[in-house]
């Protein structure tokens, strides 16, 4: 396959959602006018979607492999690369011979085929042959922590000597595996296998490291051996601890930092991901599901190969441990190289994989076949299901055949499972989805212009789902991420932040929203796009200033919002805002965004007769230059500062600072 192609593929479906030109919005505080926000406490109030807001994900930048899935051995089934043993490496040490390879001679499972073959025909007893794996850019290794190793390993048979092999010596030794510095200086934890034997055996070991060493990531994991012979090996997996403890799960510290906003769902598996470039590559998800040894990975469309170890099931496990709605996207016949699936008979497997999937995901364990097979998987309890989406931005398809299939996944689905929402990517006039989704891949200043966008929206038509959004200074498909941090900019983050303005305000339409894309690991080799919320290297990760104001958003929201318009517009200097109520427990939530470079004399009037309390609190994001962003060297380069306001009362002046973001929060009497 073509890199190049398979890239540009990827990136060209968002293009055109990329405004041409961009006004700009930034003018000195003597040019605006002056701002008084009347707000109508007594007014009619809009209700927000309990699903609000949300996460979106796919196999991007290393998301999964090498991101939040916490498998720390990449390559684990040989297949990454056809022409080298990506991410492994062999040590022979200079009085040994020895050799490996990727062959496909001694097949594990039908879905496993490669296995690594190495060859060792002379070694010193105590100075091994040393094979080992780099990890996703380093292997993290700390202190008083126990990792867990399994593989798959069997010695050579004198019967399976081809011809050219080298003198085969039966192996029948135990290999030792071990957590070491890349220099091999220092060894923080090992442990030896029993004898492996001439047939495939699974073994589980763990590796326990001491308190006597600092983290860090410049390790390798070693499998060594020290006897002539040849043994290979398969799906070769070390997990750190995960988040909850779960098997096969996810890594902490990201974990922790996508629970810190409050997400109510996840929309997966994709995105492009869903898609594939093509139509063999796309997201199938009964390749996805079962034990390790029968999920091969597939191609991804970010120029990489996905393992599937995250696979569907371990995304409702990941709903499970945040509480989140799956939001799910099912294949609808469309993959990115422009190969539309004919609706009619063609279509048919597609919708019925699709069909299978939600039963897979929704039916009981007992009376249904999918039902039955998820309980055997692990998870007896029907799964809750709300939302489906049919496909990913289908606008995409030239061939304008997305009306037939939308129609045909729609119509299939209703019929079993007439509760369902279903979501479509694009216009349709057939079939009236519940929910349309749209995505935004914008500038800060088309946010800021773009604050009324969904304000004359018809509200009898379907609910509005903004399944992927973000500020980006320049179209990520074009720019590549050159030239740019990882992750937003504090400009960036406050158009995010007037966006969800824009959002907020129209909370009777917006089900759900979420940014995309969530995740990346910042090694160069391991990222197709930027920016991205949440960025991580091997050890360690950081928010982005886009992070902090979606996590002061939800948790600063409440349940309804407020009508609210300022007294006079100033076109030349928008201040996009949102005020919402917390009704039970009496708050009121102004948010301002001032993206100009001057500060903004703001007057909030609440209504003669609105009592407040006399103090407030006042969130603060911002920083002097609105081009910083956080970094995994420098995390907190900008993050918001709690403060107060004294004197709150029906009517108060506040001074938004320039490139800031401000949520006040007060309580009504
Ligand atoms: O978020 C990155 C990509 O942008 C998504 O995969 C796709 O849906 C959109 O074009």
Request: glycine share 6%; proline share 7%; hydrophobic share 35%.
């Amino acid at each position: 396959m073509n890199i190049q192609v398979v890239v540009i593929l990827c990136l060209l479906s968002t293009s055109s959602l990329f405004a041409e030109e961009s006004t700009n919005v930034a003018t000195k505080a003597s040019e605006s006018l002056p701002a008084k926000l009347l707000i109508d406490l007594k007014g009619p109030a809009k209700k927000f979607s309990p699903t609000f807001a949300g996460l979106m994900t796919e196999e991007i930048n290393h998301s999964y492999d090498g991101g939040l899935y916490a498998e720390l051995i990449r390559n684990r089934v040989f297949r990454d690369n056809e022409t080298n043993v990506e991410a492994w490496s062999l040590t022979v040490p200079s009085n040994a011979f020895a050799s490996m390879g990727v062959t496909d001679r001694y097949p594990l499972t039908d879905k496993l085929p490669k296995s690594l073959d190495v060859v060792i025909s002379k070694v010193d007893s105590n100075q091994p042959v040393m094979v080992s794996n780099e990890g996703f850019w380093g292997i993290p290794v700390k202190p008083n922590t126990t990792y867990n190793v399994s593989f798959y390993a069997k010695g050579n048979n004198v019967w399976e000597k081809k011809k050219g092999d080298p003198d085969p010596i039966t192996f029948r030794v135990p290999l030792t595996i071990s957590l070491q510095s890349n220099d091999g200086t220092k060894v923080h934890a090992s442990a030896t296998t029993p004898p492996l034997t001439g047939g495939w055996q699974k073994f589980e070991l763990t590796l326990k490291t001491g308190s006597e060493m600092s983290a860090s990531k410049e390790n390798k994991f070693v499998i060594s051996a020290a006897a002539t012979g040849a043994f290979r090996l398969s799906l070769v997996s070390l997990f750190p601890p995960t988040y909850k403890n779960r098997i096969n799960g996810n890594r902490t510290d990201l974990m922790e930092k996508l629970a810190g906003l409050h997400p109510k769902f996840l929309r997966f598996p994709g995105g492009n991901f869903l898609e594939g470039d093509n139509l063999s590559d796309r997201y199938d998800w009964k390749q996805t599901r079962g034990p390790l040894e029968f999920r091969s990975g597939h191609p991804g469309c970010w120029r990489y190969r996905s393992s599937d170890g995250l696979g569907l099931l371990e995304f409702m496990g990941w709903c499970e441990d945040l509480g989140m709605e799956p939001v799910l996207a099912v294949y609808a016949g469309y993959s990115l190289k422009q190969q539309p699936v004919a609706a009619g008979p063609l279509l048919e497997p597609y919708v019925q994989d699709a069909l299978d999937e939600i039963e897979y995901l929704t039916a009981d364990a007992k009376t249904t076949h999918w039902g039955a097979i998820r309980a055997r998987d692990g998870h007896p309890e029907p799964f809750r299901l709300k939302y489906v989406e049919i496909g990913n931005e289908d606008q995409f398809d030239k061939s304008g055949s997305y009306e037939g299939r939308y129609a045909q996944f729609h119509d299939a689905i209703k019929a079993r499972y007439p509760d369902l929402q279903l979501i479509a990517t694009a216009g349709v006039k057939t079939r009236k989805p519940d929910v349309i989704d749209d995505h935004f891949y914008r500038p800060t200043e088309w946010f800021v212009k773009e604050f009324s966008h969904y304000d004359k929206t018809d509200r009898n038509g379907p609910k509005i789902f903004v399944g992927e959004w973000a500020t980006m200074k320049k179209p990520a498909w074009i720019t590549k991420g050159v030239g740019r941090p990882n992750t937003p900019t504090l400009d960036e983050a406050l158009g995010d932040a007037a966006w969800m303005c824009a959002m907020e305000r129209n909370s009777d339409l917006i089900v759900m929203q979420c940014y995309a894309p969530l995740l990346t690991n910042e090694n160069p080799e391991a990222t197709q796009w930027k920016p991205n919320l949440i960025g991580y290297d091997a050890l360690h990760s950081y928010v982005s200033p886009s992070w902090h104001a979606q996590h002061l958003f939800n948790t600063h929201r409440g349940d309804e919002v407020l009508t609210a318009s300022w007294e006079k517009e100033d076109p030349a200097n928008p201040l996009p805002y949102s005020v919402t109520r917390d009704k039970a427990k009496g708050l009121l939530h102004i948010k301002l965004v001032n993206t100009s470079a001057s500060p903004r004399e703001v007057t909030i009037d609440l209504g003669k007769e609105t009592k407040t309390a006399s103090k407030a609190s006042l969130i603060t994001l911002t920083s002097k230059d609105p081009q910083t962003a956080n970094s995994l060297q420098n995390p907190d380069a900008v993050k918001p500062v709690t403060g107060s306001i004294q004197g709150t009362s029906s009517g108060f002046p506040v001074t938004v600072p320039p490139n800031a973001l401000v949520i006040i929060t007060l309580k009504l009497k």
